[in-house]
Nanobody
Framework: QVQLVESGGGLVQAGGSLRLSCAAS????????MGWFRQAPGKEREFVAA???????TYYQDSVKGRFTISRDNAETVYLQMNSLKPEDTAVYYC?????????????????WGQGTQVTVSS
C-alpha cells in the first residue's frame, strides 16, 4: 500500500504564507498524479491543485491561481506553497495520489489519502 503524511499546517494571519509538504511511503511506484484537496467545516472536500508525473503539468482551482504553487520532487514528495492567504482558505488540507497519470478534481478518483493538516487564516 501507499501511505501519505502531510505536514506544515498552522495558524497564519491574512496575507501570510505557509508551505505544506506531503511525503509518500510504501509502494510509491503506484503513484502517478499527486494533488491537494481541502475541506472546510460544513463543506464538501474540494480540489485545490494537482501535478502530473514528472511535474510536466500543474492544475489549480480558480480561487487559488496566482497564490498557490504545487510542486513535487519525485513520486514521493509533493509541496503546496500558499501565499497571500485569505480567511476563506481556512480548512483541513489533504494530500492525495492516484495511479492514473491524468488529473481529476473529483476526490473519489484518488486512490490514496493523507490524514490531513489544519490551515487556519485569521483576519
Amino acid at each position: 500500500q501507499v501511505q501519505l503524511v502531510e505536514s506544515g499546517g498552522g495558524l497564519v494571519q491574512a496575507g501570510g504564507s505557509l508551505r505544506l509538504s506531503c511525503a509518500a511511503s510504501g509502494r510509491t511506484f503506484r503513484i502517478s498524479t499527486m494533488g491537494w484537496f481541502r475541506q472546510a467545516p460544513g463543506k464538501e472536500r474540494e480540489f485545490v491543485a494537482a501535478v502530473s508525473p514528472g511535474s510536466v503539468n500543474t492544475y489549480y482551482q480558480d480561487s487559488v491561481k496566482g497564490r498557490f504553487t504545487i510542486s513535487r520532487d519525485n513520486a514521493e514528495t509533493v509541496y503546496l506553497q500558499m501565499n497571500s492567504l485569505k480567511p476563506e482558505d481556512t480548512a483541513v488540507y489533504y494530500c492525495a495520489a492516484r495511479s492514473d497519470r491524468y488529473y481529476s478534481v473529483r476526490p473519489y478518483d484518488y486512490d490514496y489519502w493523507g490524514q490531513g493538516t489544519q490551515v487556519t487564516v485569521s483576519s
